[in-house]
């Protein structure tokens, strides 16, 4: 009976053990602190066109095309855009806070170089959207599809992709940490000379890395995308795989 008791004992430990461990992978991989948009009561957009460096503070645009329109250095507070065409709409430099973009549509819609904090895109249709150099801090990508997102040499910062399709992004040479993907298709991005730390890219439902392997460190991955990243990861090494 002792003897009994003590493989009991022994197999509780190594029970308790195993999900300490596991506990403690989890506690390496730092969560993104979420968006927080709380949108006060807002006033409809009356004005004209954009303006570069305009000062746009509780509006509502909706249903509205600003397709080609110059936005350059303006500044979005506590604002909604909802249903609008940004087709080439220049709001390079911008600084997009506390606000939400949901159902927006475009091709060509230039951020680069932008400030987005607090920001929800939802349901975007876009492609081509160019963020290069762009700071994305407490921003979530959730549904909708990108393609060619441009994040080159931008700075993600507790950035959520959620539910959404991605098209050949682009995160060459971009500084990325507490960045995660749940739920979302990633296909064929490109990672080259991305620095990540704390980025889970566990969640995602596809992932296709057709540049940057390398650059995975910091980065956090479940076995079953090792098995489906074995390939790349051996032609980075210079392995040869022969039966």
């Known amino acids: 009976m ?3 008791e003590q493989q009991e004992q022994q197999e509780q430990r190594g029970q308790q053990g195993r999900q300490a461990r596991r506990e403690t992978a989890k506690a390496k991989v730092k969560a993104a602190r979420p968006a927080e948009v709380r949108l ?3 006033s409809a957009w009356e004005g004209g066109e954009l303006e570069p460096d305009g000062d746009y503070d509780g509006l509502e645009f909706a249903d509205l095309d600003l397709a080609g329109q110059e936005g350059i250095g303006a500044r979005f507070m506590d604002c909604a ?3 609008c065409a940004l087709d080439e709409t220049g709001l390079g430099k911008a600084r997009i806070l506390d606000s939400v973009l949901e159902g927006v549509r475009g091709v060509g819609t230039d951020l680069s170089g932008a400030s987005l904090r607090d920001v929800e895109l939802v349901e975007a249709r876009l492609g081509g959207v160019q963020l290069h150099g762009a700071v994305l801090e407490r921003v979530v990508f959730r549904g909708g599809k990108i393609d060619y997102l441009n994040l080159r040499q931008a700075r993600l910062k507790d950035v959520v992709f959620d539910g959404c399709v991605l098209v050949e992004a682009d995160f060459g040479g971009a500084v990325m940490e507490r ?3 749940r739920g979302c298709a990633l296909r064929g991005a ?3 000379g991305a620095r990540m730390a704390d980025v889970d890219l566990r969640g995602a439902a596809e992932l296709d890395i057709a540049r940057g392997v390398e650059a995975l460190s910091g980065a956090v991955i479940s076995p079953h995308q090792l098995f489906d990243l074995a390939p790349a990861l ?3 090494l210079g392995l040869r795989v022969l039966s």
């Open 234 to 236: 051996a032609a980075q």
């Open 2 to 4: 002792a003897r009994k």
């Open 190 to 192: 490109d990672f080259t």
């Open 40 to 42: 006060p009561e807002l």
């Open 179 to 181: 960045v995660e993907f």
């Open 81 to 83: 855009l909802r249903r």
